[in-house]
């Protein structure tokens, strides 16, 4: 007994070994930054290929040396994996991630501060108070609003739907459940699919959910909205809850929030703002008037591993009045040493598992505390507007080729298609425009995504990588004209 641990755990790397390590990972990490552009954003290869990288051995019974495992594990990274840090990455909407957050990640984990409570998390607590804060001023939202960092989008606006669905339930519904109580939860049919899975989730049933139709420009429509309302009050339901675009997924659509704010008032309805995407353009001084509405909000989500290009995972919940969001998901067990209550004491400790639905926590804020403080907000209102600016342009080359026709253009959103001269059957449009994505992502050259706009196929460039560059978007047209080309090539005899 007397000798246990007197040699080190084999999990544990010796100081010089930490040291020797470290500076050969972040060496090749620098080197693999450095290499991006020359890269392709991603190889292709199918799930077989990749799984015959790592072979089927069974779980090693003894270790091998970290040197050797960290070259291998930087290696098969490196190799094979698609790059969202790459210049011409703009599928869905993945930040490139700022380097800073790297490095942030890795601090982070050498302390570990566990920022579920404030006694295991003493400054690192007090750092995502501050990130919190500072989020909320970027966008025009009010500082001294309730919030905490979580893993994304989907748990922010998660955050925000529990918090309506305590707030406004009309019953003790953290005691009794949602039972068959008829609430109603209003969003537009552009909304991403968290709301699905948070009517599912929190006990209402995704048949709690109206899909309000959209206008042509994919914005709530608020007649209809109204109308629904009205109706479902009528029929004796309960509506809980309005979910505003501040940026929908597909195309980077505003929904009218200041109306939408003016509604909710009128009808004492939750208000929340999704703006998981586009709720940090709110930051640009020439910002569209109706997003800046989204500081109307009850509850907004925003997603800092987007626009604040932050490695992933990190997502941001605001609650405008903070007992709102304690209400939520507040106990308080006896085997938590908390000597003060928030409400006897204004300087108790701030313990974020009162505040979300997570016990133990990392410490994300760092990286975005990091980055705010790296680039201020001036660096911030630089790189988004130049991410849109990117986008409109991009629109403009697409409306000046003739192969290609020009979609919509929104934020940073920009959506064409491929349309060869004399075709005008749209459902052949879809399938050689699907076909063409697919070739174009497994290509390597550049990386889209789709969005589908009134039924048609759309290719859709989001551009929330400040790495991006004009000369990038200039390549991007003639490359899905040539990718264009060839898969007509081989659809086109199929038809006839
Ligand atoms: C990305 C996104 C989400 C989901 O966010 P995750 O970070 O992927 O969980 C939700 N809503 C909108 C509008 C989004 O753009």
């Known amino acids: 007994m007397a000798d246990l641990r007197r040699e080190p755990a084999p999990i544990e790397l010796a100081p010089g070994e930490f040291r020797q390590l470290g500076h050969v990972l972040v060496d090749e990490i620098a080197d693999f930054l450095d290499s991006l552009p020359r890269r392709p954003v991603t190889t292709g290869e199918s799930p077989a290929e990749i799984r015959a990288f790592l072979g089927n051995a069974p779980l090693p019974e003894h270790g091998a040396p970290p040197d050797e495992l960290l070259r291998e594990a930087a290696s098969l990274l490196f190799e094979h994996s698609l790059f969202s840090g790459h210049p011409r990455f703009w599928g869905y ?15 982070a984990a050498s302390v570990n501060p566990n920022v579920g409570g404030f006694q295991l998390s003493p400054i690192a607590t007090e750092i995502e108070a501050q990130t919190v804060r500072w989020i909320a001023e970027l966008v025009g939202f009010p500082t001294d609003c309730g919030g905490l960092l979580v893993t994304g989008g989907n748990m922010a606006n998660f955050i ?26 209003y969003a537009s049919a552009e909304t991403h699919t968290w709301i699905e899975k948070a009517t599912d989730l929190f006990g209402l049933g995704t048949e709690s959910l109206r899909w ?20 479902d009050r009528a029929a004796g339901d309960i ?11 597909s195309t980077g659509a505003i929904d009218p929030l200041d109306a939408l704010a003016d509604l909710c008032r009128d009808e004492d309805i939750w208000f929340h703002v999704d703006g998981a995407y586009g709720a940090f353009a709110a930051a640009l001084p020439d910002a569209p008037a109706e997003l800046r509405a989204l500081a109307r909000a009850d509850s907004l989500a925003l ?40 409400e006897e004491d204004e300087d108790a400790p701030i313990n974020y598992f009162e505040l979300g639905p997570q016990n133990s926590r990392g410490f994300r804020a760092l990286k975005v505390w990091l980055a ?11 790189m988004i507007s130049e991410d849109c600016a990117l986008a409109r342009e991009l629109y403009r080359l697409v409306e000046a080729e003739p192969d290609l026709e ?24 879809n399938e050689l425009n699907a076909e063409l994505l697919t070739r174009l992502e497994a290509g390597g050259e550049a990386y889209l995504s789709n969005a589908i706009v009134d039924g048609r196929f759309y290719l859709r460039a989001c551009i929330v990588n400040f790495r991006t560059t004009a000369e990038d978007i200039r390549a991007l047209p003639g490359i899905v004209v040539r990718i264009g080309r060839e898969a007509h090539r081989d659809l086109a005899p199929a038809r006839r």
């Open 212 to 231: 309000i139709p959209t206008d042509r420009e994919q914005r709530i429509d608020i007649r209809a909205l109204q109308e629904r309302i009205r109706a």
């Open 93 to 107: 909407i993945v930040g490139a991630p700022a380097p800073i957050g790297a490095l942030a990640d890795l601090l």
């Open 406 to 429: 020009a979609g919509t253009t929104s934020l940073s959103i920009t959506t064409f298609r491929y349309v060869p001269a004399g075709t005008t059957d749209d459902e052949y449009l």
């Open 239 to 249: 509506p809980l809850l309005v979910v505003g675009a501040a940026g929908t997924v």
């Open 303 to 342: 997603d800092p591993h987007k626009w604040l290009y932050q490695p992933v995972e990190a997502g941001c919940a605001l609650v405008r009045d903070p007992e709102k969001l304690r209400g939520a998901f507040s106990y308080r067990p006896v085997y938590y040493h908390l000597a003060r209550a928030p």
């Open 160 to 185: 925000g739907f529990v918090a309506a669905r305590t707030a406004r339930a009309g019953h003790p519904i953290r005691e009794q459940g949602a039972g068959h109580a008829p609430l109603r939860v």
């Open 372 to 382: 705010l403080r790296q680039v201020g907000r001036a660096g911030y209102v630089r």
